[in-house]
């Protein structure tokens, strides 16, 4: 069956997902690289020419993020310069912490020179890596919420709805797809973790008589009011596009000047 863009976005957040899942930070092993469905995705989206240069992008990115968290600054930034010539511009994420070591850096300095966005496309890259932000402290915050639960209901993490207005820039795709990728990767754990719990109170419910059936009912109770007031949450926090921001391109802020979302 032949390639398309939408197989190939399916292939490249399944990649990801499985990348940020897998604890795959450290140095590999020879033949034993994780990130060779990275290259997979390159190899993919080359295939698919022009319409396929912003999944080349995501490629590059995601290696030159990977070289950079595991200190290969040399590998990372060869990857980053490949991914701005592809369509990246997502001038935030590169001001996250594991990349200002490298403002310093004259190859740094001058791919980011090279990168354009639009005011309208800036004002969504913001927008999305504080939702990533906030997806992590909710995770955690449900995480100490539900110890001790005896009930054996399942809380999912809210997940604020994808901005579906037509970007300026591919490169907002890119971080639509890092952003999808953070929510299922939470979503996964934060699951897991809640069945296990589920399952054993449902256990201990069927085999020990001390089991307080009234907490239980008063955790369920508690615990579906904060289900709510966290959709109710996300909800509010969709994306509103901001009325007159410009759609012009123009160079991204300075390096440095851009604080990253807390």
Sequence with gaps: MADTVD?????????LVELLTSGSLAVP???QD???????????GTALGPDGAWLVATGHAGLGGLAIARGQTDQGIVHLDAAVTFGFNDCVALHAAPMRALHHDPRFQALYRRMRVTSADLDEFFWL???????????RTASV?????????????????????EPNTPGVLITRIDL???????????????????SGNTALG?????????????????????DSRRRQAAEARAFVERP?????????????????PA
């Excluded at 539900?146 to 207005?165: E, Y």
């Excluded at 239980?216 to 109770?221: F, H, K, L, Q, T």
């Design 7 to 15: 197989s190939l976005v399916a292939r490249t957040y399944e990649v």
């Design 29 to 31: 092993a020879p033949g």
């Design 34 to 44: 994780p990130s060779a469905g990275l290259h997979e995705v390159i190899a993919r």
């Design 129 to 139: 890596h504080q939702e990533m932000q906030i997806m992590v402290r909710d995770a």
């Design 145 to 165: 919420d539900n110890i001790g639960r005896l009930d054996t209901g399942v809380s999912p993490l809210p997940q604020a709805p994808m901005p579906t207005r």
């Design 180 to 198: 999808a990728v953070t929510q299922t990767a939470l979503q996964r754990v934060a699951i897991k973790a809640e069945f296990e719990r589920s």
């Design 206 to 226: 069927l085999i020990d008589d001390s089991w307080d059936h009234s907490r239980a009912r008063r955790d369920a109770w508690h615990a579906d009011e904060l």
């Design 244 to 260: 007159g921001a410009d759609t012009v391109l123009v160079p991204c802020p300075p390096l440095g000047s851009i604080a990253y």
